[in-house]
């Protein structure tokens, strides 16, 4: 069965950097695009970043651009986002997910990705 595990998050000055992982227990899919979302305290779940596997992409949501940068390790079946030059209002839990099928054009919403992990919670606090 597939599952995605978030790892990496924790509590971080302003001007910090993280590097978020996604761990797949296996890729169902032969064609699919890897997400990553936030969710702050009584805000909507946001996309920052999604991969294909292939060569379209990555994207960014404009509020990440230049800071943020996804990457994925075909081998360890694993995601990441190094996050750099962190912001307060980075804040929030952040969620990979998994969509059957590529993305093109930008981040796209949460609503077409199938399979969710638990989170991971990201502070950014002086």
């Known amino acids: 069965q597939l599952q995605l595990v978030e790892s990496g998050g924790a509590l971080v000055q302003p001007g910090g950097s993280l590097r978020l992982a996604c761990a797949a227990s296996r890729f169902t899919f032969d064609y699919y695009n890897i997400g990553w979302f936030r969710q702050a305290p009584g805000k909507e779940r946001e996309g920052v970043s999604c991969?294909?596997?292939?060569?379209?992409?990555?994207y960014y949501a404009d509020s990440v651009k230049g800071r943020f940068t996804i990457s994925r390790d075909n081998a360890k079946l694993t995601v990441y986002l190094q996050m750099n030059s962190l912001k307060p209002e980075d804040t929030g839990v952040y969620y990979c997910?998994?969509?059957?099928?590529?993305?093109?054009?930008?981040?796209?919403?949460?609503?077409?990705?199938?399979?969710w992990g638990q989170g991971t919670q990201v502070t950014v606090s002086s």
């Open positions: 991969i294909n596997n292939n060569d379209h992409g990555p």
């Open positions: 997910a998994i969509k059957n099928g590529w993305v093109f054009g930008g981040v796209t919403r949460p609503e077409v990705y199938e399979l």
